[in-house]
């Protein structure tokens, strides 16, 4: 009767599970695989959106759309760090079944966490709204769209709110190493997304209807994850709903030692990396925000597949159950491949993103080379640093990664802003480019290479 469960996950005994960890290579393999495997759904989905989108709404209102669309891009921190205290508890669990009570006091936090922040993002975007400032916010000066844009704003991050809790589904995927099922069912949101926006098509919906179609397919995305979660992890899941609204008779653990520097990661990377929209809508025109947008809706998934395969790394470091020297390997094998595939993944980019633009805009946009050629190098810098990233999830190494990103921050914004008059849309890319060389890659590299040569050497004189 309310009292937490103490099963064990599927795999492990009293003793603790003893396996040897997947090679890096393996969890690479799967949790990109998978995300390839959703690519082409995922990429197919968005193009067609992106079609039907400009025939119903024209080139220039289809940049207004996906800027309200992806407003939630700049809240990626709002789970408040919860996610990463999630995955690390939930890792930790697969090689120390005692720590199942942890994990679940844990989760209560965490979702607990996240409905408080739902409720107050929701809070923040109707006064907004009812002031009538989400035009001026986003950089919208058409008049004729105010009403409307305030409305689909509101509507846009509520639902968005909503999702938040059901998020946390995912990040325990993840840690207990089923980085693939994750990906796969979060993948699902671009063809609901799609099957929305078809509708609305058919409906002959209002323009900026269309901006809620991408955070509805977000959010039963995050839905089905709850619900994988149910199933593979039913022991240790069991009767947590009930105990969430009841903190004095079930309290939580504190998270803040890995949420906290998490949350400064999250909070600034978007605002670093995904502000360039908001930057080219109030420094350049409406053509040079829908030939970005058309370019970003093709990155994206790309850069998604080295994220999402890096994260796969997570449950190996956090649970620090690496064998002698497999810390120092894992990371360089990650970067060799990751660095590998988004140097790959450039290449395409630049070549074929000429010809899908033209196909997604009807003919109507034809983005600078300058732009194209930004992104690729982007995607290459950011795919080195994935797995730098993954090494430094300790929380005194997650306050270094926070310090980094506060500093990619302060140097991005500003140079964005100076580079867009002059080079157009492209400039907030090459902006990204250079600053996040500077203040994640080359630091990161630094630290890991530290940190994997101390644990190999560590480990070296235990054994000895």
């Known amino acids: 009767m309310g009292t937490p469960s103490t099963g064990l996950p599927a795999g492990t005994d009293s003793g603790g599970d003893h396996r040897r960890p997947p090679s890096t290579g393996r969890l690479l393999l799967a949790s990109g695989g998978a995300r390839l495997l959703m690519l082409p759904i995922g990429g197919l989905s968005s193009i067609l959106i992106a079609r039907l989108v400009t025939t119903?709404?024209?080139?220039?209102?289809?940049?207004?759309?996906?800027?309200?669309?992806?407003?939630?891009?700049?809240?990626?921190?709002?789970?408040?760090?919860?996610?990463?205290?999630?995955a690390t508890a939930r890792a930790q669990v697969q090689n120390a079944p005692s720590e199942v009570e942890k994990f679940r006091r844990t989760n209560l936090t965490a979702i607990r966490t996240t409905l408080w922040s739902a409720a107050l993002l929701a809070l923040v975007a109707c006064l907004i709204g009812l002031f009538g400032a989400w035009p001026a916010l986003l950089g919208v000066s058409n008049p004729n769209l105010s009403t409307g844009l305030n409305v689909a704003a509101v509507l846009t991050l509520v639902t968005f709110g909503l999702a938040l809790p059901f998020s946390l589904a995912q990040h325990v995927l993840r840690g207990s190493g089923r980085m693939h099922q994750a990906i796969v069912l979060t993948g699902l949101s671009a063809p609901f997304a799609l099957v929305l926006t078809g509708a609305l098509y058919v409906l002959d919906a209002p323009a900026l209807s269309y901006a809620l179609t991408l955070p509805i397919g977000a959010l039963l995305s995050a839905i089905c994850c709850t619900v994988q979660v149910a199933r593979t992890d039913r022991k240790l899941v069991t009767g947590i709903m009930s105990e969430v609204l009841r903190p004095r008779r079930f309290p939580g653990l504190p998270i803040s030692a890995t949420a906290a520097p998490w949350f400064v990661v999250m909070i600034g990377l978007p605002l670093a990396l995904q502000?360039?929209?908001?930057?080219?809508?109030?420094?350049?025109?409406?053509?040079?925000?829908?030939?970005?947008?058309?370019?970003?809706?093709?990155?994206?998934?790309?850069?998604?597949?080295?994220?999402?395969?890096?994260?796969?790394?997570?449950?190996?470091?956090?649970?620090?159950?690496?064998?002698?020297?497999?810390?120092?390997?894992?990371?360089?094998?990650?970067?060799?491949?990751?660095?590998?595939?988004?140097?790959?993944?450039?290449?395409?980019?630049?070549?074929?993103?000429?010809?899908?633009?033209?196909?997604?805009?009807?003919?109507?946009?034809?983005?600078?080379?300058?732009?194209?050629?930004?992104?690729?190098?982007?995607?290459?810098?950011?795919?080195?640093?994935?797995?730098?990233?993954?090494?430094?999830?300790?929380?005194?190494?997650?306050?270094?990664?926070?310090?980094?990103?506060?500093?990619?921050?302060?140097?991005?914004?500003?140079?964005?802003?100076?580079?867009?008059?002059?080079?157009?849309?492209?400039?907030?890319?090459?902006?990204?480019?250079?600053?996040?060389?500077?203040?994640?890659?080359v630091p990161g590299a630094i630290l890991a290479h530290r940190v994997t040569d101390h644990r190999s050497a560590s480990k070296g004189r235990a054994d000895g």
């Not at 025109?285 to 970003?296: F, H």
């Not at 990664?401 to 867009?420: D, E, G, K």
């Open 275 to 441: 502000s360039d929209r908001i930057i080219i809508s109030h420094q350049t025109d409406a053509v040079s925000l829908a030939d970005y947008s058309y370019a970003a809706q093709l990155y994206a998934p790309l850069f998604s597949v080295m994220s999402l395969a890096a994260l796969a790394l997570w449950p190996s470091f956090a649970a620090d159950n690496l064998t002698d020297g497999a810390a120092r390997r894992s990371w360089l094998t990650g970067v060799g491949i990751l660095g590998a595939a988004g140097s790959v993944g450039a290449v395409g980019f630049v070549l074929l993103s000429p010809y899908v633009i033209s196909w997604m805009s009807a003919g109507t946009a034809s983005p600078e080379w300058s732009l194209l050629f930004a992104f690729a190098a982007l995607l290459v810098v950011q795919s080195l640093h994935a797995t730098s990233g993954m090494v430094l999830i300790s929380p005194r190494h997650l306050k270094f990664q926070a310090v980094c990103v506060i500093a990619l921050v302060v140097t991005n914004i500003p140079a964005s802003w100076v580079l867009a008059p002059i080079l157009g849309p492209a400039g907030p890319v090459w902006a990204s480019v250079l600053t996040v060389a500077v203040c994640q890659l």
């Open 56 to 86: 119903a709404d024209g080139v220039d209102l289809f940049g207004v759309v996906m800027l309200i669309a992806t407003l939630s891009q700049l809240l990626m921190f709002a789970d408040l760090g919860a996610g990463a205290a999630i």
